[in-house]
């Protein structure tokens, strides 16, 4: 379970390794040097917009900040890196083959007993992956709560906010700072970076679901993957 001041910990590590101050951190956060020296000491959160900045003027990854786990490569960011454009549109595309064919192998895949919980995670983890379609980061909740059937009472109670506060942030009226990210993280095992960037590109946990299938289907997803990113190169030309 990841407590804030794990992030907090993290962020200075960061800060320290990379030989920034805490007047160059102010700087990038836009508030005073006496704000970030509180920030360090737990006295108040690290904001949405804090992680936008850190996001936009740092090599911070956000998930890692957030969850301390970090990025690794997977099939998926192999194969697109054989795009020839990097347009979002290009990356949409190509995200949408990768959900294609998941849910194809999924749908003809028989669950093992055995595997039935965490297959059921996989589901809908791909079903949230589906929606977030979309790419309109005030969706995201929405999203989400669909993907999981989450009331919004509930969702108030995995960020541990009062509902009032909850309506607001699905509404767009204010924002989730980084402990309630941290928050859904360990319960729904979300990566912040969805509510930060507004959709999902979230390979490591979709290739959970790639690796719970057999070697043969892993081989056919692939194929189909690889003549899809053609089939995008060539309409991108166009």
Request: net charge neutral; with cysteine.
């Amino acid at each position: 379970m990841i407590t804030y001041i794990d992030i907090v910990k993290r962020l200075v590590q960061y800060r320290q390794s990379h030989r920034i101050t805490q007047i160059q951190l102010a700087e990038i956060f836009s508030v005073t040097q006496c704000e970030v020296s509180k920030l360090e000491s737990n006295e108040y959160r690290i904001s949405y917009y804090d992680l936008l900045q850190l996001h936009e003027k740092t090599d911070l990854d956000i998930d890692f900040l957030i969850t301390g786990k970090p990025a690794t490569n997977t099939i998926f960011h192999t194969l697109e890196k054989d795009l020839s454009s990097s347009a979002n549109s290009a990356k949409y595309n190509y995200m949408d083959l990768i959900l294609f064919s998941l849910n194809k192998i999924y749908g003809q895949t028989l669950v093992d007993n055995t595997e039935t919980n965490h297959l059921d995670y996989l589901q809908r983890l791909l079903r949230y992956s589906f929606l977030s379609g979309n790419k309109q980061k005030n969706d995201c909740w929405i999203n989400i709560r669909n993907a999981f059937d989450l009331t919004q009472i509930k969702m108030a109670e995995i960020m541990d906010v009062d509902i009032k506060r909850y309506r607001n942030i699905e509404k767009g009226v204010r924002t989730a700072n980084a402990e309630l990210l941290m928050n859904i993280y360990n319960v729904l095992e979300i990566c912040p970076s969805y509510f930060i960037y507004g959709k999902i590109e979230n390979y490591q946990q979709l290739e959970q679901i790639f690796k719970s299938f057999s070697k043969e289907n892993q081989t056919e997803i692939i194929e189909f993957l690889r003549a899809g990113v053609k089939f995008i190169n060539r309409t991108m030309v166009i």
